[in-house]
């Protein structure tokens, strides 16, 4: 078997995508101006990547995987996983995402199960679990990106819509702050149309007073959010959840059962090998109230921003994230960009090569940018900007060396080093 393959990747277009970041970033023209919302490099079943073969030939990366799950994942990974157990993706954000939260592995397997139960199909409007497993994920931010993460606490949360007609919400008190989440939250979603209307109208009255007392960012997305999504409750959630902007690499990590969204920006984004999402406002999908509020967690929360730690043995600076199925790490090669000093805040360490030993595989070689070699000089892979590399369990020693950033995900490890 190859020690490297060169990836082809699905791209899916969704209507929150952008037209611009994942085209630049591939090289290649987007005339229709597709909404280029995510690039995915993985075995997942709906969309899975493909391997160039030294042949020419294009072989699924998940089928690749069921033929020989040893030879691709190793023998351990093979037992646990029997897939690759994580999904790599580029996303680009030109407005928000849903507001939503993945369920733990737990929920997954009962509400996978329950919905084939019920006979509905993989792909209706309706499916909630679209397999059985969990979804934490991490972010990298490529460019400025902004997110909601993780409800607020409720003291903030009662003043925040104090100034609104809120007559119909739980915004009581007397009993602990995760049970008024829940209260609050449930009431909100529930809430007649009447009541929404009022609500939202109340926005637009608060949005022209000077002294209503929100924060600028706070004010900017709801003003922001109630152009993108009119009549929707989901307009409110920069006064509920947690609203935060990270710079070029830096990092946000989901935890299962988050109530979160993506509002807008290009990052790099790493998850369990799961497409499970539980939506609850800003979009104009299937929204659950009950099975989404069966699987949140209602504690509040305050976002950690995550830079990328010191290097390892192998040159690899890794995120201090620690989950089974993925990790995510930078690597720098020579001394490209050093000399820009924003740069120097987001790079780590920078080497001159690094071998990947025979069996730390499976992972996955994204070139951020500049030129990223695969190879000992005799059947190099060269990696530009967009191009990705997938490196089985069974590959002999690989030598990655050139000018140039490069992204890697791999399973996870039991040492954050």
């Known amino acids: 078997m190859q020690s490297f393959f060169l990836m082809v990747n699905p791209i899916r ?9 994942i085209p630049d970033f591939l090289g ?3 005339p229709d101006a597709r909404p280029f919302a995510e690039m995915w490099m993985g075995a997942h079943p709906l969309a899975s990547s493909k391997l160039k073969m030294n042949d020419g030939g294009e072989l699924e990366l998940i089928e690749t995987i069921v033929r020989n799950p040893v030879l691709m994942l190793g023998p351990d990974k093979a037992k646990q996983y029997g897939s690759l157990p ?17 369920p733990s592995k737990e929920a997954a397997e009962t509400g996978f199960l329950r919905e084939n139960e019920k ?26 990106f902004s997110a909601m993460i993780g409800f607020r606490r409720f003291a903030e949360v009662r003043e925040s819509f104090s100034i609104l007609k809120t007559d119909s919400l739980n915004l009581g008190k007397g009993i602990d702050e995760t049970e008024m989440l829940k209260s609050f ?31 600028s960012l706070q ?3 709801i003003s922001r959010l109630s152009e993108e999504f009119p009549g929707d409750i989901g307009v409110l959630a920069p006064l509920f959840l947690n609203v935060v902007e990270i710079q070029p690499g830096e990092a946000l990590f989901q935890p299962v059962q988050t109530l979160h969204a993506y509002l807008e920006g290009f990052g ?31 504690s509040s929360s305050t976002p950690r921003v995550l830079k990328v730690g010191k290097s390892d043995l192998r040159g690899f600076c890794r995120y201090p994230v620690q989950v089974a199925e993925f990790s995510l790490s930078l690597a720098n090669l020579g001394l490209m960009n050093a000399e820009k000093p924003d740069d120097l805040q987001s790079m780590g360490n920078i080497v001159n090569e690094i071998r990947i030993a025979s069996g730390e595989g499976p ?8 030129r990223i070699v695969l190879g000992d000089g005799t059947d190099d892979l060269v990696l530009n900007r967009g191009s990705s590399a997938f490196v089985p369990w069974t590959a002999e020693d690989v030598l990655i060396r050139g000018k140039g950033k490069c992204a890697i995900a791999e399973v996870g490890h039991d040492d954050l080093g």
């Open 185 to 215: 939250f449930v009431s909100l979603l529930t809430a007649d149309n009447d009541t929404k209307t009022l609500l939202l109208a109340s926005v637009v009255d608060a949005l022209n007073r000077s002294e209503c007392g929100w924060d």
């Open 363 to 370: 992972l996955i070689v994204l070139a951020m940018e500049g």
């Open 268 to 298: 790099l984004e790493l998850m369990a090998n799961s497409d499970n999402v539980l939506r609850g406002g800003l979009t104009g999908k299937h929204v659950d109230v009950v099975e989404l509020v069966r699987v949140l967690d209602f």
């Open 13 to 21: 277009d969704y209507s929150w995508g952008d037209n611009y970041y």
């Open 28 to 30: 290649i023209a987007n």
């Open 219 to 221: 004010k900017y997305w």
């Open 119 to 144: 006979k509905i199909p993989i792909g209706a409007i309706n499916r909630n679990y679209r397999d059985d497993n969990h979804k934490p994920e991490i972010i990298m931010a490529i460019t400025p």
């Open 86 to 102: 994580f999904l790599f993706k580029l996303l680009a954000a030109r407005k928000s995402l849903s507001i939503q939260a993945h």
